[in-house]
């Protein structure tokens, strides 16, 4: 639209790896499951604005928003990152190399809640920053289990809140749209955190 064609042009700085790997995702027949760019570039604005040292990822796809956090973090960051698909994240870990951030970023492949409840059961140290963008109908438990692993204060960012509108249409009844619909009604009833959702991306929730 014209709108995004202007936010585009002015909205944010995406450095030219970010660009590259986000144009590069474009040609795979999956690429809907691309973080947007200008949820790149809020996830590197608050890195720099929290002071993030410690990250953590569920859904890593192709690497852009791993990168995107990496690139943003001093050099003693770190990022532990989880996936299951060793195919899409072997082409994730070529960029982060070309980049210079592999040693910054720590991939784990197994089933997200495995790799959540083994994180919990190591008691490594809380993380600052957290990115859920995992696969849907889990979210509600994904969201627990983050919430055990973030320091006080610590921020969670979950993508595709809005699932294309979906989830404001009561028509729409399959099992994602239901697991996210019900996720946000979960979070605006949650006394434990305060949360926005942003119509970014394809929903962004904080």
């Known amino acids: 639209t014209q709108i995004y064609d202007y936010m585009q042009r002015v909205?944010?700085?995406?450095?030219?790896?970010?660009a590259t790997l986000r144009e590069r995702t474009a040609e795979r027949a999956d690429a809907d499951m691309q973080l947007s760019p200008e949820q790149g570039a809020l996830l590197g604005l608050l890195v720099r604005l929290l002071g993030v040292r410690r990250y953590l990822e569920l859904g890593v796809f192709t690497g852009y928003s791993a990168l995107a956090v990496a690139l943003a973090m001093p050099p003693e960051g770190r990022c532990v990152v989880l996936d299951q698909d060793p195919d899409?994240?072997?082409?994730?870990?070529?960029?982060?190399?070309?980049?210079?951030?592999?040693?910054?970023?720590?991939?784990?492949?197994?089933?997200?809640?495995?790799?959540?409840?083994?994180?919990?059961?190591?008691?490594?140290?809380?993380?600052?920053?957290?990115?859920?963008?995992?696969?849907?109908?889990?979210y509600a438990a994904y969201y627990e289990r983050i919430l055990g692993l973030l320091r006080p204060g610590g921020l969670l960012v979950v993508d595709n809140t809005l699932w294309g509108g979906a989830v404001a249409d009561p028509s729409v009844r399959d099992p994602e749209t239901e697991a996210l619909r019900a996720f946000n009604d979960m979070v605006h009833r949650d006394p434990r955190v305060e949360a926005v959702l942003l119509p970014v991306g394809d929903g962004t929730t904080l």
């Open 11 to 18: 909205g944010w700085h995406e450095s030219e790896a970010l």
């Open 88 to 138: 899409v994240t072997a082409l994730a870990r070529t960029w982060w190399r070309s980049y210079g951030v592999d040693e910054k970023i720590e991939l784990r492949l197994a089933p997200a809640m495995t790799s959540l409840e083994a994180l919990a059961e190591e008691g490594v140290p809380p993380f600052d920053l957290a990115l859920l963008d995992a696969d849907k109908e889990p």
